[in-house]
């Protein structure tokens, strides 16, 4: 594969789908452990136990390994919930994210990826593909909550979901305050209020 292919958009079976996952857990286990900047094609394939000409032929480079792992993330993310209730839904949400950041690999991988994405843009562009999967899994349960009466007609479902999470990624990565579930039910329940008081409407 050359440098300019998106890694994420092939779906490998077999052999390739195993060297495919030992090396992207192993791009992970760097990342969580030394950041982007230590991320080196050789010691993930070293790692991984493959051939370096396999890792290099295939994803080119550093930054798309991340792209490649993001999207594997993006794939591998647990399903949205579904309550019946719009403030149900974004607290399944707001404990998901949670359990995610704090999680002791998951939680400092994120960090390294936000921190590559700040100097990178192809690494910048992977994350926000990342993140628009992940809004447009949990979108309909807005749109579920505005047929439902809950919130006013035209709110953006994405805008929602969004304010959901954008205090616990301060938290990770600004605050240093506690990623916990009062943390996360707080989330929740402000973006709900919001939303039901039309500040997403358009």
Not at 103 to 109: A, F, H, K, M, S
Not at 135 to 152: F, N, S, T
Request: glycine letters at 8%.
């Amino acid at each position: 594969m050359s440098p300019e292919t998106d890694p994420g958009t092939l779906r490998p079976g077999g052999r390739t789908a195993r060297v495919r996952a030992a090396v992207l857990r192993a791009a992970g286990d760097v990342l969580a452990e030394q950041g982007f900047a230590h991320l080196d094609l050789a010691d993930v394939a070293r790692r991984a136990e493959v051939g370096k000409t396999t890792v290099y032929r295939r994803w080119g480079s550093a930054t798309g390994l991340v792209a490649d792992l993001l999207a594997d993330m993006a794939e591998q993310s647990v399903p949205r919930t579904e309550t019946g209730t719009l403030l149900g839904d974004l607290r399944a949400n707001a404990h998901l994210v949670r359990s995610t950041l704090a999680d002791p690999r998951q939680g400092p991988l994120f960090r390294a990826v936000i921190a590559a994405a700040t100097c990178d843009e192809r690494a910048a562009a992977a994350l926000h593909r990342f993140y628009e999967v992940r809004v447009a899994e949990w979108a309909p349960c807005v749109e579920q909550a505005a047929a439902r009466g809950e919130v006013p007609a035209g709110t953006d479902p994405h805008e929602v979901v969004r304010a959901v999470s954008a205090p616990l990624y301060y938290r990770l990565l600004a605050s240093g305050g506690p990623l916990d579930d009062a943390a996360a039910d707080r989330a929740a329940e402000a973006a709900a209020v919001a939303a039901r008081a039309g500040a997403y409407a358009a």
